[in-house]
């Protein structure tokens, strides 16, 4: 994990893993077997803190860092680290940051988004970096 | 108790089928996930893509999918997924992976995985179990 040191705080924001939003994903991820059977999924899926960037607010947010003007966002890397269970219908702060990571291309600008994820006593739950690089649209396309 | 895991234990292979466009809106939807190149193909083709891509979320949370199906006693501690290449919505995968690691008396695992269509690697990910 690199050193969070060059981190530049966006904002924090109140997020809450809702009983029917977590079920709805859990639904959405648990995608058919070739077979035809789709195996259920755990309570609170894995991956299930990174769709609060999802969140209006917080995207919005996401977008006004410089450089995401530049192009439609790809997902390049993505990491979360659980230090306790995120909790059906638990309440969290997510404390957003970003930071430009070098990239050779300018005109594809890589950046990193860090979230740390603590619950009503301030106890950290879950750290999640996401990584995304932004492409440029293709001119006429 | 350990895992009772070494290095080089396989994990299962997760087959999955080509996902429809609407198990893409349903993911989307409910992820908050505006990017246009998941639904709009004139969005792709303006960002270089041959077509609709999945979500790289949708894909990752395949990884700890393939662990809970492969073992219910374990927790996950941390993953990191890369995504390598864009997967078209047409496109059937297959997940699995090994174990590479064992760590803390054999306590605590690292198991690395693959999202694979075709021959080509699409998303790889790196995870950390423990006993639950």
Redesign the interface.
């Known amino acids: 994990m690199p050193a969070d040191d060059d981190l530049r705080p966006i904002a924090c924001f109140e997020v809450v893993a809702a009983s029917q939003h977590v079920s709805g994903l859990r639904h959405a991820v648990a995608l058919p077997l070739v077979s035809g059977e789709a195996p259920a999924m755990p309570e609170v899926p894995a991956t299930y803190p990174v769709i609060w960037l999802g969140n209006p607010e917080i995207r919005a947010a996401v977008r006004s860092v410089a450089g995401m003007e530049k192009g439609l966002p790809l997902h390049f890397l993505q990491s979360v680290a659980y230090f306790s269970r995120i909790e059906v219908d638990g309440t969290y702060a997510l404390d957003l940051s970003w930071r430009p990571l070098p990239h050779r291309d300018p005109m594809r600008p890589k950046l990193e988004f860090v979230a740390i994820v603590a619950d009503a006593a301030g106890k950290m739950v879950a750290r999640m970096s996401s990584v995304l690089l932004v492409v440029p649209a293709v001119r006429g396309a | 108790m350990g895992l009772d895991l070494k290095p080089g234990d396989p994990l299962p292979v997760?087959?999955?089928?080509a996902?429809s466009r609407e198990?893409v809106l349903?993911?989307v939807t409910?992820?908050?996930?505006?990017?246009?190149?998941h639904v709009d193909e004139?969005?792709a083709?303006?960002?270089?893509l041959a077509g609709l891509v999945l979500?790289?979320?949708?894909i990752?949370?395949?990884f700890?999918?393939l662990l809970?199906?492969w073992k219910r006693n374990i927790r996950?501690?941390?993953?990191?997924?890369?995504?390598l290449a864009?997967l078209g919505i047409d496109q059937?995968f297959v997940v699995t992976g090994k174990v590479v690691a064992i760590d803390r008396n054999g306590a605590a695992a690292i198991v690395r995985m693959t999202a694979r269509a075709g021959t080509a690697n699409v998303a790889m990910a790196e995870a950390r179990i423990v006993q639950e």
């Not at chain 2, 979500?55 to 949708?58: E, I, R, S």
């Not at chain 2, 996950?76 to 995504?83: G, H, K, M």
């Open positions: 997760l087959p999955l089928a996902v198990q349903a993911y409910c992820a908050g996930d505006d990017n246009p190149i004139a969005a083709g303006a960002a270089g979500p790289g979320m949708l990752a949370a395949q700890p999918r809970q199906l996950l501690t941390d993953i990191t997924v890369q995504f864009p059937a």
